[in-house]
């Protein structure tokens, strides 16, 4: 069964910096790109960024935000730094077969609250 699971969420002070981790098991994930996204309370979720597991590749949304990846450890990570509260939302992973095609797995998110 495939699984993803995030952590590293919290409370932050605005300014501050968090990294997420997501490890991915189950399955063989060196073709697939890892998306991150977030869903802020009565927003729709939105895209932050994503890295493909096997040539490193990064496309990200926020200049304040990297993604990389542990290939030995199946585990992909963002880190996040100048934290603001406009941040507060709950960060999911997910995995895509390529760069233009739907996610097909999902973590269970982990939440994110940066305080002013």
């Known amino acids: 069964q495939v699984q993803l699971v995030e952590s590293g969420g919290g409370l932050v002070q605005a300014g501050g910096s968090l990294r997420l981790s997501c490890a991915a098991s189950?399955?063989?994930?060196?073709?697939?790109?890892m998306g991150w996204f977030r869903q802020a309370p009565g927003k729709e979720r939105e895209f932050v960024g994503s890295i493909t597991w096997s040539g490193g590749n990064t496309y990200y949304v926020k200049g304040r935000f990297t993604i990389s990846r542990d290939n030995a450890k199946n585990t992909v990570y963002l880190q996040m730094n100048s934290l603001k509260p406009e941040d507060t939302a709950v960060y999911y992973c997910?995995?895509?077969?390529?760069?233009?095609?739907?996610?097909?797995?999902w973590g269970q998110g982990t939440q994110v609250t940066v305080s002013s």
């Open positions: 997910a995995a895509a077969p390529c760069i233009t095609c739907s996610y097909d797995y």
């Open positions: 189950g399955r063989t994930f060196s073709s697939y790109v």
